[in-house]
Nanobody, 124 residues
Framework: QVQLVESGGGLVQAGGSLRLSCVTS????????MGWFRQAPGKKREFVAA????????NYADSVKGRFTISRDNAKNTVYLQMNSLKPEDTAVYYC?????????????????WGQGTQVTVSS
């Protein structure tokens, strides 16, 4: 069973930066594509970014392109989300997820394993 644990969330002012980390265990990390999703209060969970198993292909939601960067370190079983130029509308619980499927990776049901989430709050 694959387990994912996120960290790095917190409170930051608008324009600031945070880096989220997601450490996985219980599986072969390098065989999984990884994604980040977020869910704000009263809203549906939405796609943020994804990265293929070798880090060669990444996808981003339009709302975060140019501000967020997803990366992975297969030696450390960790995926990262560097978030710069944060806005109040980025406030949400951020989840990492893992999948071995070969789809576009932008839909939550493509993912089989999820972390518990980490809160990101951006103040104006």
């Amino acid at each position: 069973q694959v387990q994912l644990v996120e960290s790095g969330g917190g409170l930051v002012q608008a324009g600031g930066s945070l880096r989220l980390s997601c450490v996985t265990s219980g599986g072969t990390f390098s065989s999984y594509a990884m994604g980040w999703f977020r869910q704000a209060p009263g809203k549906k969970r939405e796609f943020v970014a994804a990265i293929r198993w070798n880090g060669g292909t990444t996808n981003y939601a339009d709302s975060v392109k140019g501000r967020f960067t997803i990366s992975r370190d297969n030696a450390k079983n960790t995926v990262y989300l560097q978030m710069n130029s944060l806005k109040p509308e980025d406030t949400a619980v951020y989840y990492c997820a893992a999948t071995q499927r070969l789809g576009p990776l932008i839909i939550s049901r493509e993912y089989d394993y999820w972390g518990q989430g980490t809160q990101v709050t951006v103040s104006s």
